[in-house]
């Protein structure tokens, strides 16, 4: 499932962490790759442990764990700090599968992750940059994703991504990868829609309907059984 969550932050949000991070210290992309990847990719990021990239590290993982869409979607249990890049000149990643497992060492100690679910962040509106399309292949064909500022898309780790070339202007985001309590992404697509068909049904009927009762403990039943904590 590739799911698209608008709004994690409001305009003048993104405006605020943008003027942090122009002013970071931006390098060659490749610092990052994985060695499958390296060859295939063009673009600035960065450094992962300088202070800008933790800063507003930070906040992103704080803005997603109080988004109750993204919660509901994700069921993180790890959010690895998100990323930032840039692209611009004709930068661009050529087609690739993110790694699997994500692993670094900082001063909290060493991190290592399923890579289960990835996520782009858009910071950068559409009209102020030519190409830098993200293109998802799923089974039923490729996705083209250009969100507004603001917004973020969220897709299996394991699906083939590329990002076309920047032909003008800029095109900054911030880019991520978590593990999720349920791994199987069929699995946590039905808790998604179980959750939001309950929702619905609570807003029709009120927290203590029967219905929105049995759907809550259906969804608690499946989530134990699913889950890995
Ligand atoms: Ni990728």
């Known amino acids: 499932m590739l799911l698209h969550i608008p ?20 390098a060659d992309g490749n610092m990052t790759s994985g060695h499958q990847s390296a060859t295939a990719k063009k ?3 960065l450094p992962e442990d300088s202070d800008v990239a933790r800063e507003v590290s930070a906040l992103i993982v704080q803005a997603l764990n109080a988004n ?14 998100p ?27 060493d991190l290592r992750i399923r890579s289960d679910l990835s996520a782009t962040l858009f910071l950068s509106e559409p009209e102020d940059y030519d190409g830098g399309e ?4 799923e089974l039923y064909g490729a996705q083209s994703v250009k969100l507004p500022a603001g917004d973020l898309v969220l897709y299996p780790s394991k699906s083939l991504h590329r990002v076309t070339p920047v032909t003008r202007g800029a095109r900054v985001s911030s880019f991520m990868w978590l593990q999720s309590l349920v791994r199987d992404d069929a699995d946590r697509e039905s808790l998604f829609r179980l959750d939001v068909a309950t929702q619905r049904v609570n807003l029709d009927k009120g927290p203590k309907d029967q219905a929105v009762i049995e759907l809550t403990g259906l969804y608690h039943n499946l989530l134990r059984r699913w889950s890995e904590v």
């Open 7 to 26: 709004d994690v932050f409001t305009k003048a949000e993104v405006a605020a962490l943008r003027r942090t991070l122009d002013a970071g210290p931006w």
């Open 43 to 45: 673009n600035l990021q």
């Open 68 to 81: 109750p869409m993204f919660v509901s979607a994700a069921l993180p249990h790890t959010i690895f700090p």
């Open 83 to 109: 990323l930032f890049n840039r692209y611009e000149g004709g930068g661009e990643f050529g087609v690739h599968v993110d790694n699997a497992i994500r692993q670094r060492s900082g001063v909290g100690g």
């Open 134 to 137: 993200l293109i998802i292949e």
